[in-house]
Nanobody, 128 residues
Framework: VQLQASGGGLVQPGGSLRLSCAFS????????ISWFRQAPGKERGGVAC????????YYADSVKGRFTISRDKAKNTVHLQMNSLNSEDTAVYYC??????????????????????WGQGTQVTVSS
């Protein structure tokens, strides 16, 4: 499985960005792809998750109502639309994949240890 993240950049507070994670190599249409982020001096934390089984999506409380994760199945891409950005969203964002998701993902998706594959990070900076 390969993951390629893109779309980061510099944006003003209140602005929007869309991150993309192009993926390949899944043998089955059964996987979970999540976005994590890591700010300087902080631990890597889960932002949002897409589960292919039922199209389920999950979000960290800090981004609910502002971020939307979605999949473009035809293009093998997962997007993270980020609106109403603020300085606390500044971080390196990583997409990651679990090619055999199991258990209760509604509560478990934020554990980085369950993911088998990680893409390179993309920097998001929110600043005026």
């Amino acid at each position: 499985v390969q993951l390629q993240a893109s779309g980061g950049g510099l944006v003003q507070p209140g602005g929007s960005l869309r991150l993309s994670c192009a993926f390949s190599g899944f043998t089955l249409d059964y996987y979970a792809i999540s976005w994590f982020r890591q700010a300087p001096g902080k631990e890597r934390g889960g932002v949002a998750c897409f589960h292919s089984l039922d199209g389920g999506t999950y979000y960290a409380d800090s981004v609910k109502g502002r971020f939307t994760i979605s999949r473009d199945k035809a293009k093998n891409t997962v997007h993270l639309q980020m609106n109403s950005l603020n300085s606390e969203d500044t971080a390196v964002y990583y997409c990651t994949a679990d090619d055999n998701p199991s258990g209760n993902y509604r509560y478990g998706w934020r554990d980085p240890k369950i993911y088998d594959y990680w893409g390179q990070g993309t920097q998001v900076t929110v600043s005026s």
